[in-house]
């Protein structure tokens, strides 16, 4: 169990006046979650803070080769004014997957819940009271190396931020065919991939679902994505 030091603000933000305008990921709560990384500690210094700007060298690993990932899921208030989460440690369990991906430290399943039950109680007053809005909790870890050799990062910071918000579109569902993207990038430990996207198509509640045929070139075996479509969902 993660021993999570708390400082709170003491220059709380105004809550949002009209829940039917919180839009999605615009609006943040008070305070954030953050736990580091280094070789010699492993995770350590789990701690609450009042939410602000991270201060990261321009050669920074992250800016420069992409080694990131998160996830998202949301708290609900329901009739009776408690707050639930739904399968937290799912979101936790896919979070490894991708760190294994990513070659990036995994953060056990029960710290990665324990992070997101505490902030969401430590922030439960922006939980909003509105049928279709809810919380929006945004996990995600980082590579904190400063140098521009290609290489896995040695040190990161994982953080939790929450953002009370309503539907992703404030129209509604209405599917979208996008057609043909070509995106490249390089992810950790030595290897780039160009990926060519066919048919992205907005389905059912999720933002976008591309199907992947990806062109590996010297990527190490174990470092091979193992997927070949990605839905990220709202």
Known sequence: MLDIQITKTTSPKAKPADESKLGFGKIFTDHMFVMDYAPDKGWH????????????????????????????????????????????????????????????????????VQAVKTLVEVDKDWVPHSDGASLYIR??????????????????????????????????????????????FFAADFFAVNIELHDLTIIGSCNLMPFLCPVFRKVPEDCRPRIIAVIFCA
């Open 45 to 112: 210094d789990a701690r609450i803070v009042p939410y602000q700007p991270f201060p990261l060298d321009p050669a920074c690993v992250i800016f420069h080769y992409a080694q990131e990932i998160f996830e998202g899921l949301k708290a609900y208030r329901t009739a009776d004014n408690t707050i639930q989460l739904f399968r937290p440690d799912c979101n936790g369990q896919r979070m490894q997957d991708s760190a294994d991906r990513m070659c990036i430290p995994k953060i056990p399943v029960e710290d990665f």
């Open 139 to 184: 996990p995600f870890v980082f590579a904190t190396d400063v140098g521009m050799g290609v290489h896995a990062s040695r040190n990161y910071t994982f953080c939790v931020i929450c953002a009370p918000s309503g539907a992703y579109y404030a129209e509604g569902i209405d599917p979208v065919p996008i057609g043909h993207l070509i995106a490249s």
